[in-house]
């Protein structure tokens, strides 16, 4: 096993390897292999079959590139839209978390999220990223 491990080490040697658009990719080929078996018709699991093996192999060649700056790029690239979705959906999660005893407001003025404590009544809220002031009703 050991002798394995390291033949596999020399052979990665000055490879890309995996990241996180590969990582992308790969739980979208899993899904797509599995609507692949769920899939009725021929032409229909033809096209999604070869769907798969396209991006097995695109996975695959990303993987055992020496081209640095050209899967970086694309890494960068992918993480630009990436990044602001993640975010999104952890914002929402928290939302949803704190629903009951927290309100998500917007600033007027520089229009970041401001979470401020849900009690009924005309409230006055500072924004702490601009300081402005300005009145909701909860």
Request: proline residues 2%.
């Amino acid at each position: 096993m050991q002798n394995f491990l390291r033949k596999l080490s020399d052979f990665m040697q000055g490879r890309y390897g995996t990241d996180s658009f590969n990582k992308f990719l790969l739980v979208v080929f899993f899904i797509l292999w599995i609507i692949t078996a769920f899939a009725f018709g021929f032409w229909s699991r033809l096209c999604l079959g070869l769907l798969c093996i396209g991006l097995a192999a695109w996975i695959t060649f990303r993987t055992l590139s020496r081209n640095y700056v050209a899967r970086s790029a694309e890494n960068r690239k992918f993480l630009k839209y990436y990044n602001p979705f993640k975010a999104w959906c952890k914002l929402t999660r928290r939302k949803f978390k704190e629903r009951k005893e927290y309100k998500y407001l917007r600033c007027p003025d520089c229009k970041s999220q401001l979470r401020v404590k849900n009690i009924k009544g005309e409230h006055t809220i500072r924004c702490p990223r601009c300081g402005k002031d300005f009145k909701k009703k909860i």
